[in-house]
């Protein structure tokens, strides 16, 4: 079965810095376009950050535009999500996902289990 595995994940303070990870196996990865979608508790899961298959095009929400880059590694099958100046707001578990390049999770065929990251204020 195709699988997606993230990991970085943590509990950092306000204005730190955390780097996830999401690796792909039993799938061409460079076929998919790959997205990271958040969901705090009580909360809808939400569009972060998606990138092409070819790495070239990166998206954002505008929340986190700035602070949060998305990039990936074909090679490895990883893609990869680096996130400064971090808030409360931004806590959340965080989702990777493969399929169709955009920002709602209809788009995305793949998802992994998540992973948690906490900002304290």
């Known amino acids: 079965q195709v699988q997606l595995v993230e990991s970085g994940g943590g509990l950092v303070q306000a204005g730190g810095s955390l780097r996830l990870s999401c690796t792909a196996s039993r799938l061409t990865f460079s076929n998919y376009a790959m997205g990271w979608f958040r969901q705090a508790p009580g909360k809808e899961r939400e569009f972060v950050a998606t990138i092409s298959r070819s790495g070239l095009t990166p998206l954002y929400q505008d929340s986190v535009k700035g602070r949060f880059t998305i990039s990936r590694d074909n090679t490895e099958n990883t893609v990869y999500l680096q996130m400064n100046s971090l808030k409360p707001e931004d806590t959340a578990v965080y989702y990777c996902?493969?399929?169709?390049?955009?920002?709602?999770?209809?788009?995305?065929?793949?998802w992994g289990q998540g992973t948690q990251v906490t900002v304290s204020s």
């Open positions: 996902a493969a399929g169709t390049f955009g920002t709602t999770s209809a788009m995305y065929t793949y």
